[in-house]
């Protein structure tokens, strides 16, 4: 469905608390959930959200974070936010597109122009005739406008073939569905406004210029003046290659950025890396512990171990950390979550300094291991050996991780802290398959085991690195269409240029005859054509090339 709010079942709240004994505890820095409220008049919403960010604020006196109220109709597009306001989201995405669209649109009415001027001395006997019957400039005018706006209404119609054709695709590629609901009259006003301002912006310039012609020097013969009509087709095929040059430039970057993030190291080996979710009786340790021991046993996989949070997905975060020298007046937050015993073996990352927990330390329940961020950020010269107040229990530091990627790929890894799963905490079986049998008959084996211990619920198994390449379909999408923008920008541009090779051939015709009959090749002609086009296509680059440094250099500032 297009919906804002994802999700493949509901469940009451009752019953959420009742399986995370987590969700009983009155903790005003739990931001695990978002809450629904129904306002009974939508212009107390100013004052409903003040209420709330004063509630929160009295609750959490030395937290700087902030609650508010956001409208759930803005959730889907306005998603961003920063320092407690909306900074945008998908919006941003959606007015790139616009742009880009009204932009092609543009070059498309500019081509309409070339290719119609293009055509001028064809048509400068039927301004003259017309005019020394009688025609006046405002009734030719008209006329150019008139079959400027039924080009463009053919257009349209040809336009809504190609939609209802390509929409599958479009759907697909989006993953939603999207249809045209033919019955809103808002979206055939819209339409019918678009089709009059393209059919006026596009047949503008053909009918001023073709119906300023004289009709007896037209009907005597003349050649069109080049100067002034060149020089404004010069400058539109420029601006045409400027847009389409930025295009292409951010087209690139976008594609080098999106495979940098996927190619940049994560810091674990996604290979064969599955997580199981942990439900019903699998909540129990003792017979997670018991199921652990069969998959391995089995042969399906070579590693086990567990997690507190979906791998690939936010968790924890808490800022109730202290440790010696810290500043007193520093808040900071720090990721946390539960793990099982050999953490860093199962997903492939390293132990920097230290040791992993492992059940030959029975203490290790008042352990934590830090990732390499939690030691730059606490000054740890050090980190092995240093007790950390985490929620007021003194607990010793055994072992560094290396930063591994567990949230966004855009981002820079968190501060986290790791703590031994106990008290049937954990949310997820972490496993690695063995590379010496064959997936479909471990998945089968993984499924089997997990049915016998729980034949209650289905078994949600997923593997590490299709999660992982989910983080990255907005970047994808933004690609794909970029690259569909930029082709039609390339080819609308070239028939731009060709419309401007045409006037020029049309105004040169008897000096290439001339040519020709002196002896000069087809590469001469061509040459000598061709060199005033390269012109103007360098001249678009050199200004495109800043331009687009600009525009790319903004976008890449997100990341």
Same mark, same amino acid.
């Given at each position: 469905?297009?919906?804002?709010?994802?999700?493949?079942?509901?469940?009451?709240?009752?019953?959420?608390?009742?399986? =995370?004994?987590?969700?009983? =505890?009155?903790?005003?820095?739990?931001?695990?959930?978002?809450?629904?409220?129904?306002?009974?008049?939508?212009?107390?919403?100013?004052?409903?959200?003040?209420?709330?960010?004063?509630?929160?604020?009295?609750?959490?006196?030395?937290?700087?974070?902030?609650?508010?109220?956001?409208?759930?109709?803005?959730?889907?597009?306005?998603?961003?936010?920063?320092?407690?306001?909306?900074?945008?989201?998908?919006?941003?995405?959606?007015?790139?597109?616009?742009?880009?669209?009204?932009?092609?649109?543009?070059?498309?009415?500019?081509?309409?122009?070339?290719?119609?001027?293009?055509?001028?001395?064809?048509?400068?006997? =039927?301004?003259?005739?017309?005019?020394?019957?009688?025609?006046?400039?405002?009734?030719?005018? &008209?006329?150019?406008?008139?079959?400027?706006?039924?080009?463009?209404?053919?257009?349209?119609?040809?336009?809504?073939?190609?939609?209802?054709?390509?929409?599958?695709?479009?759907?697909?590629?989006?993953?939603?569905?999207?249809?045209?609901?033919?019955?809103?009259?808002?979206?055939?006003?819209?339409?019918?406004?678009?089709?009059?301002?393209?059919?006026?912006?596009?047949?503008?310039?053909?009918?001023?210029?073709? &119906?300023?012609?004289?009709?007896?020097?037209?009907?005597?013969?003349?050649?069109?003046?080049?100067?002034?009509?060149?020089?404004?087709?010069?400058?539109?095929?420029?601006?045409?290659?400027?847009?389409?040059?930025?295009?292409?430039?951010?087209?690139?970057?976008?594609?080098?950025?999106?495979?940098?993030?996927?190619?940049?190291?994560?810091?674990?080996?996604?290979?064969?890396?599955?997580?199981?979710?942990?439900?019903?009786?699998?909540?129990?340790?003792?017979?997670?512990?018991?199921?652990?021991?069969?998959?391995?046993?089995?042969?399906?996989?070579?590693?086990?171990?567990?997690?507190?949070?979906?791998?690939?997905?936010?968790?924890?975060?808490?800022?109730?950390?202290?440790?010696?020298?810290?500043?007193?007046?520093?808040?900071?937050?720090?990721?946390?979550?539960?793990?099982?015993?050999?953490?860093?073996?199962?997903?492939?990352?390293?132990?920097?300094?230290?040791?992993?927990?492992?059940?030959?330390?029975?203490?290790?329940?008042?352990?934590?291991?830090?990732? =390499?961020?939690?030691?730059?950020?606490?000054?740890?010269?050090?980190?092995?050996?240093?007790?950390?107040?985490?929620?007021?229990?003194?607990?010793?530091?055994?072992?560094?991780?290396?930063?591994?990627?567990?949230?966004?790929?855009?981002?820079?890894?968190?501060?986290?802290?790791?703590?031994?799963?106990?008290?049937?905490?954990?949310?997820?079986?972490?496993?690695?398959?063995?590379?010496?049998?064959?997936?479909?008959?471990?998945?089968?084996?993984?499924?089997?085991?997990?049915?016998?211990?729980?034949?209650?619920?289905?078994?949600?198994?997923?593997?590490?690195?299709?999660?992982?390449?989910?983080?990255?379909?907005?970047?994808?999408?933004?690609?794909?269409? &970029?690259?569909?923008?930029?082709?039609?920008?390339?080819?609308?541009?070239?028939?731009?240029?060709?419309?401007?090779?045409?006037?020029?051939?049309?105004?040169?015709?008897?000096?290439?005859?001339?040519?020709?009959?002196?002896?000069?090749?087809?590469?001469?002609?061509?040459?000598?054509?061709?060199?005033?086009?390269?012109?103007?296509?360098?001249?678009?680059?050199?200004?495109?090339?800043?331009?687009?440094?600009?525009?790319?250099?903004?976008?890449?500032?997100?990341?």
């Amino acid at each position: 469905a297009n919906s804002s709010i994802q999700f493949d079942c509901i469940m009451p709240w009752e019953l959420f608390v009742k399986r =995370e004994n987590w969700a009983k =505890e009155d903790n005003w820095g739990n931001n695990m959930c978002l809450t629904l409220v129904q306002l009974k008049d939508n212009s107390d919403f100013t004052k409903a959200n003040n209420d709330i960010k004063g509630i929160y604020k009295r609750h959490n006196k030395e937290i700087t974070a902030d609650a508010m109220l956001h409208p759930l109709t803005k959730w889907h597009l306005y998603g961003d936010f920063e320092n407690g306001k909306s900074i945008g989201g998908k919006i941003d995405q959606l007015k790139i597109f616009l742009l880009l669209a009204f932009c092609i649109l543009l070059i498309a009415c500019v081509n309409f122009m070339n290719l119609s001027t293009a055509r001028s001395e064809r048509r400068a006997k =039927e301004v003259g005739v017309r005019k020394a019957i009688g025609s006046t400039r405002k009734s030719l005018v &008209s006329q150019f406008f008139l079959e400027s706006m039924l080009i463009t209404f053919i257009a349209t119609v040809l336009a809504f073939i190609l939609v209802e054709v390509s929409l599958p695709y479009f759907n697909n590629l989006l993953n939603i569905k999207l249809i045209i609901n033919y019955n809103n009259s808002a979206f055939w006003l819209l339409l019918f406004g678009l089709m009059i301002f393209t059919g006026f912006v596009a047949g503008s310039y053909p009918a001023l210029y073709l &119906s300023s012609f004289e009709p007896i020097k037209v009907l005597k013969g003349f050649k069109i003046k080049t100067d002034s009509s060149v020089s404004v087709r010069k400058i539109l095929v420029v601006g045409q290659f400027v847009f389409a040059a930025c295009l292409i430039i951010c087209t690139v970057v976008i594609y080098q950025q999106l495979n940098y993030i996927k190619n940049k190291p994560i810091g674990y080996n996604q290979s064969n890396l599955l997580q199981i979710a942990v439900d019903g009786k699998l909540r129990d340790q003792n017979k997670l512990e018991l199921l652990k021991t069969q998959l391995l046993k089995s042969g399906a996989v070579t590693n086990v171990t567990f997690f507190s949070s979906d791998f690939t997905e936010g968790g924890n975060n808490t800022t109730n950390i202290e440790w010696e020298g810290k500043n007193p007046n520093e808040l900071v937050s720090f990721n946390h979550r539960g793990i099982g015993y050999d953490f860093a073996e199962t997903i492939g990352t390293e132990i920097i300094s230290g040791r992993e927990f492992s059940p030959k330390f029975l203490n290790d329940t008042n352990s934590v291991m830090l990732n =390499e961020s939690a030691v730059k950020m606490m000054g740890l010269k050090n980190p092995i050996g240093a007790v950390i107040d985490f929620w007021g229990n003194k607990l010793t530091n055994v072992g560094v991780v290396k930063d591994f990627v567990v949230e966004s790929a855009y981002q820079k890894v968190a501060p986290m802290i790791f703590y031994l799963n106990t008290k049937d905490n954990a949310s997820m079986i972490i496993a690695r398959l063995s590379p010496n049998q064959n997936i479909s008959s471990s998945l089968a084996k993984i499924d089997e085991l997990v049915n016998q211990m729980e034949p209650n619920y289905p078994v949600n198994r997923k593997f590490v690195n299709e999660s992982f390449e989910v983080k990255f379909q907005d970047e994808k999408l933004l690609g794909t269409l &970029s690259n569909w923008f930029g082709g039609f920008a390339i080819f609308i541009s070239c028939l731009g240029l060709l419309g401007l090779a045409l006037f020029m051939a049309e105004q040169r015709k008897k000096e290439i005859s001339i040519r020709k009959v002196l002896g000069a090749s087809t590469a001469n002609i061509l040459t000598l054509l061709n060199k005033d086009f390269i012109k103007l296509v360098a001249i678009a680059n050199i200004i495109a090339f800043p331009l687009a440094y600009v525009i790319i250099n903004k976008w890449l500032s997100a990341f």
